[in-house]
């Protein structure tokens, strides 16, 4: 189904708007490329017909929260939709005093209103925030955090209670005692492991200490407590989520972005792996390109029923179909880090 005749929020790419420099389709503003897509008042650019189903007829986008005291700061990681609450828990990045000290990240909660909307006028939202033991953190009755740590906290895998007072346990904080760089995201797979990464970011902003371990992807078993590299060779490993048979893994590598700034020739892509099982363990095997983003760089991922791959690049969410075909953007001004589904059709 189409969208509806006349919606002028959705633009089909034609192919020399995606092959020839000179008329490349204008995406939203872009620190890297100076793009700005509010020129043509657009949400959505559709690649490929099979976008047009996922739209729907009537697709929209609005702003339902901001924080004027932090900005676009208030809301940059881990958003985590619990259902029986109708609400959304969602990281900060890093905020610091007027003097640059005391680093920290809120967890911060939205809860829809009966209404359907997240406020009485659906525009300045209104959150809370929540206080709980999780350093830094990053991502029914409990939520699993990655803590990033402090340089006087290990990070790790923390679960925290969605009820006040939101308390907090640490499953994991190193590989066998070596403390993790700062873990970034994480996954579970049907089998009750845990698969997350760890980049080296925190060292990079100056919340952690110097790292003593490589940039890398990880298994864990809560269970028995056992916890296994599963992939190496990133540059700065970040999202990462299975396809919807879990036959497959997407792990995206966000090195075009260090402490000393954005390097264009850097990796900003999406790999895939094959998740294989061998000696009753799973391993990730056939590692291959599965996407490049062409502004910014690939950071949160997701994956929807049909296989289609979701990510949040420098504008906007990309979508691509299990095939590595690019096939439509959600344009957002400035970019999306990470995002969730919130029910009812909506991201």
């Known amino acids: 189904m189409a969208p509806k005749p006349g919606c002028k929020l959705a633009k089909r790419v034609t192919k020399e708007e995606r092959t020839i420099a000179s008329t490349c389709f204008k995406q939203v503003r872009s620190t890297y490329l100076n793009r700005n897509a509010k020129d043509h008042g657009l949400h959505f650019a559709i690649y490929d017909d099979s976008f047009v189903t996922i739209l729907g007829r009537m697709p929209n986008q609005e702003v339902i929260l901001w924080d004027m005291a932090h900005h676009q700061k208030f809301a940059h990681e881990?958003?985590?939709?619990?259902?029986?609450?109708?609400?959304?828990?969602?990281?900060?990045?890093?905020?610091?005093?007027?003097?640059?000290?005391?680093?920290?990240?809120?967890?911060?909660?939205?809860?829809?209103?009966?209404?359907?909307?997240?406020s009485p006028d659906d525009?300045?939202?209104?959150?809370?925030?929540?206080?709980?033991?999780?350093?830094?953190?990053?991502?029914?009755?409990?939520?699993?955090?990655?803590?990033?740590?402090?340089?006087?906290?290990?990070?790790?895998?923390?679960?925290?209670q969605t009820k006040p007072p939101y308390s907090t346990t640490t499953l994991i904080d190193s590989y066998h005692g070596r403390l993790f760089n700062s873990v970034n995201d994480v996954v579970l797979h049907p089998d009750g492991s845990i698969w997350f990464t760890d980049p080296t970011y925190g060292y990079e902003q100056d919340f952690r200490n110097e790292p003593v371990l490589p940039c890398q992807a990880y298994g864990f078993e809560p269970e028995t407590?056992?916890?296994?590299?599963?992939?190496?060779?990133?540059?700065?490993?970040?999202?990462?989520?299975?396809?919807?048979?879990?036959?497959?893994?997407?792990?995206?590598?966000?090195?075009?972005?260090?402490?000393?700034?954005i390097d264009l020739t850097r990796?900003?892509?999406?790999?895939?792996?094959?998740?294989?099982?061998?000696?009753?363990?799973?391993?990730?095997?056939?590692?291959?390109?599965?996407?490049?983003?062409?502004?910014?760089f690939p950071d949160g991922i997701k994956c929807d029923l049909e296989g289609n791959v979701y990510s949040g690049c420098g504008d906007g969410v990309n979508v691509w179909n299990a095939g590595g075909r690019l096939i439509g953007k959600i344009l957002v001004d400035g970019g999306v880090a990470n995002f969730c589904s919130c029910g009812l059709a909506r991201f």
């Open 267 to 296: 990796a900003g892509t999406i790999y895939a792996f094959d998740v294989i099982e061998r000696h009753g363990a799973h391993f990730l095997a056939n590692r291959r390109v599965f996407a490049m983003a062409d502004n910014g």
């Open 225 to 261: 407590g056992d916890i296994r590299v599963v992939a190496d060779g990133f540059g700065r490993p970040n999202g990462l989520c299975f396809s919807p048979d879990h036959e497959t893994m997407y792990i995206t590598d966000t090195d075009m972005v260090h402490g000393d700034g």
């Open 123 to 160: 525009r300045e939202g209104q959150h809370d925030q929540v206080t709980t033991a999780v350093s830094m953190p990053n991502g029914d009755n409990s939520i699993l955090f990655c803590a990033q740590g402090t340089k006087t906290e290990p990070g790790g895998l923390v679960v925290m």
């Open 78 to 118: 881990a958003p985590v939709y619990v259902p029986h609450q109708d609400a959304v828990y969602f990281t900060s990045n890093v905020l610091r005093d007027l003097d640059g000290s005391n680093p920290r990240i809120m967890i911060n909660k939205a809860t829809r209103n009966a209404d359907g909307y997240w």
